[in-house]
């Protein structure tokens, strides 16, 4: 049994990782399951300093996932109409069967919208899409990193608990 959850939770937090770029999978959340199964084992005491921390990490790096392209369309000179296409356009980029939707899609999403507001700027709604294609890198970027993190911290309690495990 514990090497069945052992080898589940490794998967879960591989699978993580895969999940900080696709916005279809939660990353973060999958790899926090991924550590929580690894304390499920009755080898490995239940530290729920460690699960807790990660896993307000995880909600907190959840939450600024889909905040984080908004900001950038408002910091490159984007409107309101420019954020809510950025929200839309990921929303219809992950359910549209378009390869490298996610990334399309708020970037479209919101030059639409820029352009809803000011039809006749094309500068600026260009400008403010590029800001939301790197609103969404940063992001991913950050889930890769904590995703990364959680993996560290996986293989490191295993390496601990290895006599115990094996």
Known sequence: MD???LVLGFMCVILGIFG?????LPGPGISWVGLALLYFTNAVPAN???????????????ILDYVIPAKGTK??????????????????????PVP????????????IGELIY?????NRALKAAAGSFVGFLASSF???VVCVMYLGLFVWIVWNYKSELF
């Open 75 to 96: 910091k490159f000179g984007g409107s309101s109409y420019g954020i809510w296409g950025t929200n839309i356009g990921l929303i219809v980029g992950i359910l549209a």
């Open 48 to 62: 729920y300093w460690i699960l807790g921390i990660a896993l307000l990490v995880t909600v907190i790096i959840s």
């Open 118 to 122: 000011d039809f006749k700027d094309h």
């Open 20 to 24: 900080s770029f696709l916005p279809v």
């Open 142 to 144: 950050m889930k890769f």
């Open 100 to 111: 490298f939707g996610f990334i399309i899609g708020p970037f479209v999403g919101a030059l």
């Open 3 to 5: 090497v069945l959850l």
